[in-house]
């Protein structure tokens, strides 16, 4: 309460009183002039005594008041703003002086206060939310570099917990002095930073940090917001873009060197050499072939990774696509004396898929077997059903590939021993077809192997 209140009250009260005294002493003048009393002292002493007690009644009245005043400000202040107490009503009603007024102050304060936290609670709420969703790194510090905010993503990124870093200096946190004095540059200068980083030398992903400072009312600086984007991938994407564009240089050029080659030869005379003329004719020719395969393997690749073939699902008779494969492959298998053993278990017998496809799958898993085999040997091929999906194995005892090539194997021109790759020909693009084949219905390509000792690749599709 307020020292005016208290004098408003106190004046209040000190006035009750004389107006109760002086009525008495009115009073007791009359009773002493009809009474004809002479008893003098007896009776001002009586009536002293009950004005005290009319005065000690409405003092403990407004002492009960004040106390029930207290309990709802303690109340109050221990963050109980919504709790209506007997104090309010029994003092609107009593009276509409100033302890009615406080009262009904002090519940418009307690409302509005009320309704002040809950949006602020509401809005710490969303902000939460939001960082919490972000698959960015947040973090803040005040302007001395302490440390004031950190989402779950830049915990789970710096591998740390909020309340083991709480108030910290950056490099109490991370170890990265680059990124430090980009803090201390924004926190100084008050200008935005950016720049590309690895978090430590054994980190292998890279990450895209943008540094903000926090502006106040007066544009002052009051702290720097840090944001990490994980830009791994798209550093990788990059590196096979560039990786992509120089293996179709070069898969285009070898040939369209050796097909210029042998032009200008014929040209500068070996026309008149029937027999060579027609060697180099047939060379050209071959080297025409595989640069129209390289193209229209390209042409099929994008257009499987745009999306923009559509897949026409029909039944595959399964011991029917085999034949057919295996007799389409024959002149390959012969001159390597290769055998292919076929097995399709009950219930594999056909499933649903686009033709054409799938034979081209199964045309480039089994051209890679026999060209990777040794001499007079076997290559399995099992289709299988395991649930709702097929299962398509394709097996040989050839060369293997490199664990360390297990993961590339289905990029664009990778190859494992890129010599003996363009010695038996192909484009590159023969696996990295499968795979976008097989995605597109909805499966997926797994491969397992070990050098010397021959590989699997087993496809995956859904029956139907």
């Known amino acids: 309460m307020s020292g005016r209140f208290m004098k408003k009250f106190t004046f209040k009260v000190a006035l009750l009183y004389t107006l109760i005294t002086g009525t008495g002493l009115v009073l007791l003048k009359v009773i002493s002039i009809l009474g004809q009393r002479t008893s003098?002292?007896?009776?001002?002493?009586?009536?002293f005594f009950v004005c005290l007690l009319i005065f000690l009644f409405f003092i403990n009245h407004y002492s009960k008041i004040i106390t029930k005043l207290n309990e709802q400000a303690r109340s109050f202040a221990e963050g109980n703003l919504t709790t209506t107490t007997t104090t309010t009503t029994t003092v609107s009603v009593f009276t509409d002086d100033e302890l009615g007024q406080l009262s009904n102050s002090m519940q418009l304060m307690a409302h509005d206060l009320n309704e002040y936290l809950q949006k602020m609670l509401q809005e710490k709420g969303q902000m939460e939310t939001i960082l919490a969703s972000m698959v960015e790194g947040v973090l803040a510090f005040d302007i001395k570099g302490r440390l004031l905010l950190i989402n779950k993503?830049?915990?789970?990124?710096?591998?740390?917990?909020?309340?083991?870093?709480?108030?910290?200096?950056?490099?109490?946190?991370?170890?990265?002095?680059?990124?430090?004095?980009?803090?201390?540059?924004?926190?100084?200068?008050?200008?935005r930073q950016m720049a590309e980083v690895r978090l430590s030398v054994e980190d292998p992903e890279y990450y895209q940090v943008y540094i903000t400072p926090i502006k106040g009312k007066e544009k002052t600086s009051q702290g720097a917001i840090m944001v990490l984007r994980n830009i791994t991938k798209l550093r990788q994407l990059e590196q096979m873009r560039s990786e992509f564009i120089t293996n179709v240089s070069h898969e285009l050029r070898t040939p369209l060197t050796s097909i210029k080659g042998f032009v200008e030869t014929l040209l500068d005379g070996a026309l008149e050499d029937k027999e060579l003329a027609t060697k180099f004719l047939t060379i050209i020719n071959t080297e025409a072939d595989r640069l129209n395969c390289l193209i229209s393997d390209l042409l099929f690749l994008s257009q499987l990774e745009t999306g923009d073939m559509e897949i026409l699902k029909e039944k595959i008779e399964v011991r029917t696509l085999l034949d057919k494969i295996i007799i389409l492959?024959?002149?390959?298998?012969?001159n390597k004396q290769i055998k292919i053993e076929s097995e399709v278990e009950a219930g594999a017998e056909y499933f649903f898929a686009c033709y054409e496809m799938i034979e081209q799958v199964m045309i480039n898993l089994l051209d890679n077997a026999i060209k990777y085999s040794y001499e007079k040997g076997i290559i399995k091929i099992i289709i299988r059903t395991e649930g709702k999906k097929v299962i398509i194995e394709v097996i040989d005892q050839g060369i293997g590939i490199p664990a360390?090539?297990?993961?590339?194997?289905?990029?664009?021109?990778?190859?494992?021993?890129?010599?003996?790759?363009?010695?038996?020909?192909?484009?590159?693009?023969?696996?990295?077809?499968?795979?976008?084949?097989?995605e597109s219905h909805r499966g997926r390509v797994q491969v397992r192997s070990q050098e010397n000792r021959g590989s699997c690749f087993t496809v995956i599709l859904p029956k139907i």
């Open 153 to 191: 993503t830049a915990e789970e990124t710096l591998k740390v917990g909020w309340e083991e870093v709480r108030e910290h200096y950056f490099l109490e946190i991370l170890q990265n002095h680059q990124m430090a004095n980009l803090l201390n540059k924004c926190l100084a200068d008050g200008q």
């Open 40 to 47: 003098q002292w007896l009776e001002i002493g009586g009536v």
């Open 329 to 334: 492959l024959q002149p390959m298998t012969q």
């Open 404 to 438: 360390e090539s297990l993961s590339r194997l289905f990029e664009r021109f990778y190859r494992v021993d890129k010599a003996r790759s363009r010695q038996v020909g192909g484009t590159g693009l023969g696996l990295s077809i499968v795979k976008h084949i097989v």
